[in-house]
């Protein structure tokens, strides 16, 4: 390791950016206990990362990207099919009535274009820097907005 | 405005305090584990005794042949596919003591044991899943991970993931990786332990939805042997790289041996011809 982080350094920018791990592997894998594992893998790939981050930005998007690549191996294995039917995700207590509906939407949407909808709309990213974080052509990335948005429309609109 | 109602959703996705906090106090320890440099994760090997016992076990056990038919679909799914295994369920007494040991201690979770080879792993295993000449030829990767929980990272050779439920093996997955100029090759059997609770046999599928899926082959080798081979491509941050797996269905194991190439640096016809004569090597 090049340049080891202090735990404190470790804490902090755990503190800062657990939410939004949780938050990308949640949506992902659909599955509170296999989210979990992966929250606790992410950041144990962070202890093993020398890299020196430039901002909490920074840190922020290499965490999004060290997510959704955990996600995509966890998403590679057999058993997790199982674990995703008997997903524990009733435990989240919902504000207004359609949320939880609104939620399962989310859920159900394929993966590029659940992220789309969350680094956009949710993460405040613009859609150029969120196609640079998932590699994508920015045409690109917009088309999965444009139809993330519609098949989400008749919820969004509701209220 | 439309955004507040999503970010209202998001705002109440939350992990637990107590896990936050839980998943925190392991990353301290384990950053204190390393700084002070006491950390020497000697890999969990399998007793050489479990080997040994295993080993008398394969010869015991035979190979009978079943009447079961096992099946395997590939259908498209959600611009990816998904892939479902109807594979002979194993039968929970075939399965090691040292396995069934440590999936009651797994409760419902699961794990990683490392092996130095895929011949180590089937010895401990007590049975033959395939042996492969072609894939032995090339130069041997490493697979790991890390399980529930506090497990330790495993990277070896070859690597069992063991899934449990209610204390007893669910799926155990035998992982391997080989490389061979710029290919890559990563091979899955899957087995499906039987359910004391359930009369039939039980089916278990995978999706993958994040590569697209350009294309299915059946492709028959010269044993016989009857595999599907999809294509697919994914966007890797910029880079795209197609997919070749087979999945088929040899000695009550579901198989994935795959290969993934990045065309600008490697042919992909190539790598197809590759990944045939791998399967050629199937008996």
Redesign the interface.
Known sequence: MAD??T?EE??GI??RH??TV??VC??LLKSV?DA??A???V??KL?EYGGRFESSEHEKAWLI?TARNEC??Q????????RADSAELE??????PG?GE??EL?LSL??REKLA??LH??QGYSTGEAAEL???NPATFRSWLVRARRKLKD???E? | M??K??????D?????RE??DA??A???K???E??SNMKQTARRRVPAAALAAAVLAIVLAGTAVAAYLSRLTVTPY??GYKVRTEAKNIPQESLPADLRERAAALGG??THLPFGSWDEAEAYLGREIADNARLDQMTKGECG??A??DTE?VSAPCVI?L?A?KGLP??I?VHASFRENLCHFSV?A?LIAKNPLLDGDKA???????ADLTGTETYVTPSGLETTIVTSQE?????VYTNYEAQFILNDA?FRVGTSVNERQASGEEALALLKEVLDAYE
Do not use: C
């Open positions: 080891r982080r735990a470790i804490s755990y503190r657990v939410g949780y938050q949640l949506m206990p979990e594992d929250v606790q893998t950041f144990r202890l990207v995509k191996n998403l590679r294995h057999w058993w997790r099919t199982r435990g989240l207590a919902w504000e207004a949320d609104l939620w989310v394929p993966e909808v969350y709309y949710y998932l590699g994508a919820l969004l609109e209220e | 439309e955004s109602k999503l970010e209202r959703v998001f109440r996705v939350r992990l637990s896990r936050e998943i925190l392991d990353l301290t384990k950053h204190n390393e700084v959600e611009g979770k699961s991970g890390i529930s929980g990272a993931l899934s439920h669910d799926i997955e899955e899957v278990i599928g995978f999706t993958n939805t994040l966007d890797v941050f910029g880079t579901t």
